[in-house]
């Protein structure tokens, strides 16, 4: 598996386990669910500002999405 794949599954596992909606997530971060949607299959990839707010959103350390621990 290499580091995209990693980064997606981890991404899709937090954000299905926080106890909130996409839909949710999407509003908090001032995105569309889909736009969200294309950050989860890895079409695109948030901003490094949208990564670190999506990440307190989510209750989430950075470096489990990023498969670093």
């Known amino acids: 598996m ?3 794949d ?6 899709k596992f937090e954000i299905e386990h926080c106890g909130k909606s996409k ?6 971060l001032g995105i569309s669910k ?3 949607s ?3 299959s ?7 500002a949208t990564f670190a707010k999506l990440c307190e959103i ?10 670093l621990k």
């Open 38 to 40: 294309q950050y989860l």
């Open 42 to 48: 890895g079409r695109i990839l948030p901003s490094l």
């Open 2 to 4: 290499n580091k995209e």
């Open 34 to 36: 889909p736009t969200l």
């Open 58 to 67: 989510i209750d989430c350390s950075a470096d489990d999405i990023l498969g």
């Open 23 to 28: 839909t949710e997530i999407a509003k908090e």
């Open 6 to 11: 990693i980064i997606k599954k981890n991404l």
